[in-house]
């Protein structure tokens, strides 16, 4: 059989799936894959954790054009759902409390790259429904301009007399789990956050709860004081605007460290290309694409350039996170956080 060296370190290994045929090689995935010529994707925006990178290396090495259409864990999987086999996307990028929710819904099939064993037992799913290709650790990042003292613990928020965005609670993975992050570090945890709750409510009641979208283009327009977001957001959203411009932190009283995983649609018109892209992200080049957008690699055993170590936070900053130790107790509170965030944060806002 065929065996075509994907990138450098990893193997041209075979492999055998479910929902591929068996014994079938990587090279006949390439070709499959190149006669589809197309990658469609949901959340997987180029300025997300530099997935740009990735889809450039895809259409250089196997000509696959692509297109995305940003939207939240919650919507990529409704949408799923939504269009089967009027499927309008391949592949797309959720938070990890929700991909064992799309896996239920029946929206995804599985694929496991051929580096399938250096991802940890934690972060994949058995059956290949779905990996964590990256983490990323909630951080505050502030406009320097506008906030003399950025904060650097979440009791500083309460005392501070900025605006702070969150974006789209009970929605999307990144504003979830800055609840769950609070929720950390006032003493609850994935089972409780009521503690979260309160202090948010709080921040309504002071009317300094933004609704603002903490995106680049906002930053960048000074309509965002301080925003609460993955690491690797807050560091690229910096380092594209102007370094000098803002500060990111890692709340230093607690944090929550989590992940995204690619999860490939059960309906989609170009299978191959959407598993040749799950391959290519798993591989040392994709892991360090990522890298490069600054999200942390699930793959440790991928050694990245200085020049991107350098980009990222000290370890340091890190001493005081938290992982979701019980997944179904993280997901029944995140399927409850929109009606409370509705009934307890949002109706305080001043």
Same mark, same amino acid.
């Given at each position: 059989m065929n065996r075509l060296l994907m990138c450098a370190g990893l193997t041209? =290994? &075979? +492999?055998?799936?479910? #929902?591929?045929?068996?014994?079938?090689?990587?090279?006949? &995935? #390439?070709?499959? @894959? $190149? $006669?589809? !010529?197309?990658?469609?994707?949901?959340?997987?925006? /180029?300025?997300w954790a530099n997935w740009k990178g990735t889809w450039q290396d895809l259409e250089k090495e196997y000509g696959l054009k692509h297109k995305d259409t940003d939207m939240s864990s919650a919507q990529e999987i409704a949408k799923f759902d939504a269009e089967k086999k009027n499927a309008t996307a391949d592949i797309g990028d959720i938070g990890f409390a +929700? @991909?064992?929710?799309?896996? $239920?819904?029946?929206? =995804?099939?599985a694929y496991k790259p051929t580096t399938w064993e250096s991802i940890p037992a934690w972060a994949k799913d058995q059956e290949g429904h779905w990996a964590l290709a990256y983490t990323g650790t909630i951080a505050f990042i502030s406009n320097n301009n506008l906030?003399?003292?950025?904060?650097?613990?979440?009791? /500083? &928020?309460? =005392?501070?007399?900025?605006?702070?965005?969150? !974006? /789209?609670?009970?929605?999307?993975?990144?504003?979830?789990?800055? #609840? *769950?992050?609070?929720? +950390?570090?006032?003493?609850?945890?994935?089972?409780?956050?009521?503690?979260?709750? /309160?202090?948010?409510?709080?921040?309504?009641?002071?009317?300094? *709860?933004?609704? =603002?979208?903490?995106? #680049?283009a906002n930053l960048e327009k000074g309509e965002v004081e301080v925003a609460l977001m993955w690491d690797f957001n807050a560091l690229n959203y910096r380092d594209q605007i102007d370094r000098a411009r803002f500060s990111v932190s890692i709340p230093q009283d607690g944090s929550v460290i989590s992940g995204y995983t690619t999860v490939i649609n059960a309906y989609a018109k170009n299978p191959n290309a959407a598993k040749l892209t799950r391959e290519y992200i798993f591989s040392d080049k994709g892991q360090i694409n990522l890298a490069e957008g600054y999200a942390r690699p699930i793959r440790t055993d991928v050694i990245l350039p $200085?020049?991107?170590?350098?980009?990222? *936070?000290?370890?340091?900053?890190?001493?005081n996170v938290h992982s979701v130790s019980?997944?179904?107790?993280?997901?029944?509170?995140?399927?409850? &956080?929109?009606?409370?965030?509705?009934?307890?944060?949002l109706i305080n806002q001043q």
């Open positions: 041209a =290994t &075979l +492999f055998s799936l479910n #929902v591929f045929a068996q014994d079938e090689s990587i090279q006949a &995935l #390439v070709e499959a @894959a $190149k $006669k589809e !010529g197309h990658v469609y994707s949901v959340g997987m925006p /180029d300025s +929700f @991909a064992r929710v799309a896996v $239920k819904k029946g929206v =995804t099939q906030v003399k003292n950025p904060p650097q613990a979440w009791d /500083d &928020l309460l =005392t501070g007399d900025y605006k702070v965005s969150i !974006g /789209d609670v009970g929605v999307a993975a990144q504003a979830n789990n800055a #609840v *769950l992050a609070a929720a +950390f570090a006032k003493g609850g945890n994935e089972k409780n956050l009521q503690p979260a709750i /309160d202090f948010f409510a709080e921040l309504a009641k002071q009317g300094r *709860l933004s609704f =603002t979208n903490p995106g #680049v $200085k020049s991107i170590q350098d980009k990222l *936070l000290p370890n340091s900053q890190y001493n019980d997944f179904a107790a993280w997901e029944k509170s995140a399927r409850k &956080l929109p009606r409370q965030w509705q009934e307890s944060v």
